[in-house]
C-alpha cells in the first residue's frame, strides 16, 4: 500500500510534509516547522497524529515538537541533537528503521548541515524526507560538519534509486537556479531553470524533485569529490545573486 503525502508551506520558505501509511492510516509529520499549519492540515485532512519525525534540531524543524505533541499526542522521533531545543521520545540515527504502519521507514544518516542530522527513506514508495540535506538544484549550509561529511551523506542519497521523490525542507529552489547557472552551462540545466523560474512564477511549488534530476542537473552533486564539493559550497556561501 502506498504512502500519501500531504506538502503545505510553513513559515516564509518550509514546506510541511504529512505522510500517511494507507494500509494502517497511521500518520507522521515530518519536522515541525510550525503549529497552527500542521493542526490545520491534519484537520482539513481528518487525520490525527500518530508520530513526528524530526530531521534534525533547528527550531524551523523541531520548534513545534511539544505544541504538536501536546495537541495530538504524537510520539516523537528524531536524532538525539533535537533534545537540545525540543522534546524527543525515541532517539534515531543512520541504520534504524521506523515503521509507520506497514511503512518501514529506512534512517539515512546525512549529517553536514547539522552533526546529527538525518533523513527517511520509503523504499516502497520510492519517497525520501531529507530536512536541510538536499535541495532541489542546492543542499543545505554546512553549519556543523565538514565538506567531507556532507559528501558522504549526498552520496548516501544519491545511492537512491533515481526515480525517488526527494522532498525537501525548503522552497530555495528559484535562488538555488541562480548560483547553479553561475556555475554550470548544461544545457538540461539551462531548460531546468526556466521551468524553475517560470513555476514559481505561477506560485507553484519546485518539491518535490527526484534523485534522477538531482543528479543531473544539481552543481553539489555534480561536483565529483569531496574537494571540488567544498568548493562548490563555499562559492554558494559567498554568491550574491
Ligand atoms: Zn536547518
Ligand atoms: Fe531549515
Redesign the pocket.
Known amino acids: 500500500m502506498p504512502l500519501t503525502v500531504r506538502q503545505f508551506p510553513c513559515l516564509s520558505d518550509n514546506y510541511g510534509f504529512l505522510i500517511r501509511d494507507e494500509a494502517s492510516g497511521k500518520t507522521a509529520c515530518i519536522d515541525t516547522p510550525e503549529v497552527e499549519p500542521v493542526l490545520a492540515e491534519l484537520k482539513k485532512a481528518g487525520w490525527g497524529l500518530d508520530y513526528i519525525l524530526n530531521t ?1 534540531w ?1 527550531p ?2 523541531a520548534g513545534g515538537n511539544a505544541a504538536i505533541k501536546e495537541a495530538t499526542g504524537a510520539t516523537i522521533v528524531g536524532p538525539a541533537e533535537v533534545r537540545r531545543i525540543a522534546p524527543l521520545d525515541r532517539e534515531v540515527g543512520g541504520g534504524d528503521v521506523v515503521e509507520l504502519g506497514e511503512t518501514k521507514l529506512q534512517v539515512i544518516d546525512s549529517g553536514g ?2 552533526l546529527g542530522h538525518i533523513a527517511y527513506f520509503d523504499p516502497a514508495s520510492r519517497m525520501a524526507f531529507v ?2 540535506t538536499l535541495f532541489a538544484l542546492g543542499c ?1 549550509r554546512l ?1 556543523e560538519g565538514t565538506a567531507e561529511q556532507m559528501w558522504d551523506s549526498l552520496s548516501r542519497l544519491t545511492a537512491l534509486p533515481d526515480d525517488t521523490q526527494v522532498y525537501c ?1 525548503h522552497e530555495y529552489t528559484a535562488s538555488n537556479a541562480r548560483f547553479a547557472l553561475s556555475v554550470d552551462s548544461s544545457p538540461e540545466l539551462k531548460a531546468r531553470a526556466e521551468d524553475i523560474f517560470a513555476a514559481r512564477e505561477r506560485g507553484e511549488p519546485t518539491v518535490p524533485t527526484t534523485i534522477g534530476l538531482e543528479k543531473a542537473t544539481n552543481p553539489f552533486l555534480r561536483a565529483g569529490s569531496a574537494g571540488r564539493f567544498a568548493e562548490v559550497r563555499a562559492a554558494k556561501d559567498a554568491f550574491k545573486g
Open positions: 534534525h533547528h524551523d524543524h548541515h547539522t530536512g536541510d543545505g553549519f525542507a
